[in-house]
T-cell receptor
């Protein structure tokens, strides 16, 4: 059974700092990995999606890497801003095909606070 | 981009009543939708897979008679929490699979979630 772990559980940083969020998963047979942002009481906003064949994806100040063989992914946020404060979730998608695709396994999230 | 809409966003009900939550894909057809549940300060847990025109498949430990899922059309799946009790209070989120987007296996889009509070 796939298990996804995120470290740290919570992180508080001053504005402007670069930071790294970590995600690890136990079963490397994945189709892709996705990072989401969730604001309090809200749904999910997709940030970056990395296919299993890819090493990294970038969008603006965000960079996500994937090392499938070691079961790890990181989300790098450059020059953090107070508006980045939210819960960040990573989720893995099982291998495509059959009935498993789309059944995401989520980590428990990292609560990020960026203070001015 | 593709949009998935959930309704209602918030609902408060009395214990013992049933509540229906809708998940709609607004600009694509979704043969498969997924329902997740999120407890306070916890992560999302997959409850069931909703399949258009056939029965839903439930994850281990999820009561199918408690959480009724209907996927009657290619754009709508509903989750009905029957005889709701306070322990059913949670945040429910759906996702829909657009098989025509995102490559071979399609792309997933999430709804905004529905917060259920059972008194």
């Amino acid at each position: 059974k796939q298990e996804v772990t995120q470290i740290p559980a919570a992180l508080s940083v001053p504005e402007g700092e670069n930071l790294v969020l970590n995600c690890s998963f136990t079963d490397s047979a994945i189709y892709n990995l996705q990072w989401f942002r969730q604001d309090p009481g809200k749904g999910l906003t997709s940030l970056l999606l990395i296919q299993s064949s890819q090493r990294e994806q970038t969008s603006g100040r965000l960079n996500a890497s994937l090392d499938k063989s070691s079961g790890r992914s990181t989300l790098y946020i450059a020059a953090s801003q107070p508006g980045d404060s939210a819960t960040y979730l990573c989720a893995v998608n099982p291998t495509a095909g059959g009935t498993s695709y789309g059944k995401l396994t989520f980590g428990q999230g990292t609560i990020l606070t960026v203070h001015p | 981009g593709a949009v998935v809409s959930q309704h209602p966003s918030r609902v408060i009900c009395k214990s013992g009543t049933s509540v229906k939550i809708e998940c709609r894909s607004l600009d694509f057809q979704a043969t498969t939708m997924f329902w997740y549940r999120q407890f306070p300060k916890k992560s999302l847990m997959l409850m069931a897979t909703s399949n258009e025109g056939s029965k839903a498949t439930y994850e281990q430990g999820v009561e199918k008679d408690k959480f009724l899922i209907n996927h009657a059309s290619l754009t709508l799946s509903t989750l009905t929490v029957t005889s709701a009790h306070p322990e059913d209070s949670s945040f429910y989120i759906c996702s829909a699979r657009d098989i025509l987007a995102g490559g071979q296996a399609g792309e997933l889009f999430f709804g905004e979630g529905s917060r259920l509070t059972v008194l």
